[in-house]
């Protein structure tokens, strides 16, 4: 019998720690909503998801290219049901009780803008509660992340300004979508869905994708900025360059690079005619993890959406993360070797949340046999020595010369008590950020206190575009030595799972079972192998 019990314990998730609360039950399935100005996404599947194999809504090598389809296996449509942003949000909800009502309105803000929109109409706040088990159109809605009728009704009017950041994006009451396209074909829209297609340039552009990307809190000592992803990318080169966020995050081109044409945009009418460019819906970003978690559990999650169609979404941001950076040999002699990392993306690298970090995984081989190592990693996916000892925070490092010594590019919060922490409203700045900038960085202005590196202020090698670093192995580097070099990418340190844990709530709990069950695996980048 208590066998068969832990068997169960073990199945449903649920915990035999007296003091740790209960995981977080199931989120519910999505469903039909409709309010004044917002449906649900499976209303606009009526016409823009179309299924395989059918002529509409393919690219010319045939792959369906349905907006609603890949939508909905990314992060932006399960942005609501993630276990990672849950249970941080349950989090700073428990450290700070007085304030719950605040807390609710910032974090539901981007992360379900439709249900918070619609309760800011009526003087209310999307709750937590009502995001992880409440049944109005409100809380449907808010509970199907970033939805179609959000982003294409966002008007242009504040966009790129201050007050468009953290979730300051406007929507009307005319239940206009906006698209790219010049005069678009009206009737059948109104008809079906009640929304009329809208020429609006807004949509291709980085500004609207700032309005949630850029994510300035209060903190104890003022604002902190939790994520500052658009100012990044305007302190670059690629504004001048006409490359946006969609260039990259909604491609306009397929996987071999070539421009795609859609015989229609919908699967209704049938006589809307040819349409290029077509941006692909996928989102990807950095969020492999969190979908791998997804689609470990489908009863928990809700979503809606099979596991094959998480898994390769996964994999798609996995490759797209192949494709943000070079790793290179610069010099080498018989005492040290040189590597330089060049950022080839529009922004910070990492970017987003202050949770992610890069670094670089080194060996030197002789004959097969390891002779210096930095960077390794243990099961738990924590950054380790040879010996497997998790290694403490690292500084800013421009030298290598031992086993214990890592460069980690990544941003690191601390609180009033100079303690790090994941929590952005318990944050009283950076403590570090040394993340890789990107191509032409040169903020001004308030874009430059917001986003200035902190660490690396020394290192004449840290610079726009890219970060040098040298390795000096004990000894030297010895006759017939091979260089294998990764570069590894992590969505959340497993330590921060352990933080989680301590914060002893249910969302954090289901979290973290999920978690555990599935622990932190770095995501290769890029990697590098030759003979010294």
Not at 87 to 110: K, Y
Not at 205 to 232: D, F, M, N, R, W
Not at 319 to 335: F, K, M, N, Q, S
Not at 434 to 444: E, K, N, Q, S, Y
Request: aromatic share 6%; net charge negative; hydrophobic share 40%.
């Amino acid at each position: 019998m208590l066998r068969c019990l832990i068997a169960v314990l073990a199945i449903t998730g649920c915990s035999t720690d007296p003091e740790r609360p209960p995981p977080l039950g199931p989120l519910p399935e999505p469903a039909a909503a409709e309010t004044t100005r917002f449906r649900d996404d499976g209303a606009c599947a009526q016409c823009h998801l179309v299924p395989d194999g059918a002529s509409p809504l393919h690219d010319a090598a045939g792959h369906n290219v349905s907006p609603v389809l890949l939508w909905r296996s990314s992060m932006m449509a399960l942005a609501a049901r993630d276990p990672y942003y849950l249970a941080v949000f349950a989090e700073e909800r428990a450290r700070d009780p007085g304030h719950v009502q605040e807390i609710d309105t910032l974090c539901s803000r981007c992360h379900a803008p439709a249900g918070s929109e619609e309760r800011a109409e009526t003087g209310q706040h999307l709750s937590f509660d009502d995001m992880t088990s409440g049944a109005d159109p409100a809380a449907v809605l808010g509970r199907g992340g970033v939805t179609c009728t959000v982003c294409h009704q966002i008007a242009p009017g504040n966009l790129g300004e201050e007050r468009s950041f953290s979730g300051g994006f406007q929507i009307g009451y005319q239940r206009q979508l906006f698209g790219r396209y010049l005069n678009p074909v009206s009737e059948p829209m109104k008809l079906i869905v009640n929304f009329t297609p809208t020429s609006g340039a807004q949509i291709a552009e980085s500004s609207l994708c700032g309005t949630c990307h850029t994510v300035i809190v209060p903190g104890p000592k003022g604002e902190v900025v939790e994520q500052a992803t658009y100012l990044e990318w305007r302190s670059s080169k690629y504004p001048a360059l006409g490359r946006t966020c969609q260039a990259c995050h909604v491609p306009t081109t397929d996987e071999t690079g070539a421009p795609i044409t859609v015989l229609a945009i919908s699967g209704t009418p049938a006589n809307l005619g040819a349409r290029t460019p077509f941006g692909r819906h996928t989102f990807v970003g950095g969020n492999s993890y969190m979908l791998r978690l997804l689609a470990d559990a489908p009863t928990w999650a809700g979503t809606g959406v099979s596991t094959d169609e998480l898994l390769a979404s996964a994999m798609r941001d996995e490759a797209h993360l192949g494709e943000a950076a070079r790793v290179e040999l610069t010099a080498h002699d018989a005492r040290q070797f040189s590597l330089r990392v060049t950022n080839l993306t529009g922004h910070k690298l990492p970017t987003g949340y202050p949770s992610r970090r890069v670094w670089l995984h080194v060996r030197l081989e002789v004959g097969g046999a390891v002779v210096f190592e930095s960077g390794g990693v243990d099961a738990r996916g924590a950054i380790v020595d040879r010996g497997g000892k998790v290694l403490p925070a690292q500084p800013h490092r421009d030298t290598i010369a031992s086993d214990a010594e890592v460069q980690i590019w990544e941003a690191k919060l601390i609180d009033v008590d100079g303690a790090v922490t994941h929590r952005a409203l318990d944050a009283r700045r950076y403590g570090k950020d040394d993340r890789l900038l990107p191509a032409g960085f040169a903020p001004t202005g308030s874009d430059r206190t917001r986003t200035e590196p902190s660490g690396p202020e020394l290192d004449a090698t840290f610079l726009p575009g890219s970060d040098q670093l040298a390795f000096e192995p004990p000894g030297g580097i010895p006759a017939g030595a091979r260089l294998h070099v990764e570069l590894l990418y992590e969505a959340l340190a497993p330590e921060i799972v352990d933080a989680i844990e301590e914060a002893a709530t249910s969302a954090g709990s289901r979290f973290v079972d999920l978690a555990r069950a599935r622990p932190v695996t770095p995501v290769v980048m890029t990697t590098l192998e030759m003979d010294l």
